[in-house]
């Protein structure tokens, strides 16, 4: 079902990883404090303007960091929470994981951009165990984060290998936060979730009809 209240941008081919990371990076305010998941978010790093003066935080214990390390960049001891090589920015700071966890559940972080298995069209989110038989859980800080950071943006694929849509009306997969996703970033489309409405902000490679047609959940057009 598709309600038209705005109009809204699209273009022809859906946004690689590249460009869903650059236009996470355009939306996160100036001056912002950051957490950026495991997986797609932290190519997000990579995109952030010097002008924007984000503090980025990783849950193992840092803030300051830059972009992803590469080539004679890499230090193995300078990782952040997914494992992965990063740079350091001038100005940063190490600390304890538990003063780290006492900064996101203190709501000192003003976004967190997190993977997602599912999320609800009420901003429920699912992002730490599909509960599969034999699936290893990961719920790392991801609770502490959704709750407690002022924003919590999803980046995902939009569809499952299957074609099964991840944005859902209700979560089949255990919650990790209820009610706390405020903007959906996928390959085919933005989504902005306010008081369990829908908005598309954006189509990739799709039309807002057909995307309409293909997701469980009221759809409406709309920045």
């Keep these: 079902m598709s309600t038209d209240t705005s109009t809204f941008t699209t273009t022809e ?4 990883r590249d460009e869903l990371a650059a236009m996470v990076a355009a939306d996160i305010p100036v001056g912002a404090f950051v957490n950026l998941g495991i997986g797609q978010p932290t190519n997000v ?7 924007q003066d984000v503090t980025l935080h990783t849950e193992n214990g840092m803030l300051g960091m830059g972009p992803v390390a590469t080539g004679d960049e890499i230090d193995g001891d300078l990782i952040n929470a997914g494992k992965v090589p990063v740079t350091e920015l001038p100005g940063a700071s190490y600390f304890h994981h538990a003063d780290s ?40 800080g991801a609770m502490d984060l959704a709750i407690g950071a002022k924003s919590t943006w999803v980046m995902m694929g939009l569809f499952t290998k299957a074609g099964e849509s991840k944005l859902v009306e209700a979560l089949s997969y255990p919650v990790t936060g209820l009610g706390c996703v405020s903007r959906i970033y996928t390959e085919s489309a933005i989504f902005e979730l306010n008081d369990s409405t829908v908005a598309v902000r954006s189509t990739h490679g799709i039309s807002f009809e057909e995307l309409a047609d293909r997701l469980p959940v009221d759809l409406v057009r709309g920045a």
């Design 13 to 16: 081919v859906p946004l690689t």
């Design 45 to 51: 790093s990579n995109f952030l303007d010097a002008e």
């Design 101 to 140: 966890f006492a900064m996101m559940r203190g709501g000192h972080l003003d976004v967190c951009v997190l993977g997602a298995f599912q999320v609800s069209a009420a901003g429920d989110l699912a992002n730490w165990h599909t509960g599969a038989p034999g699936a290893i859980p990961a719920v790392g």
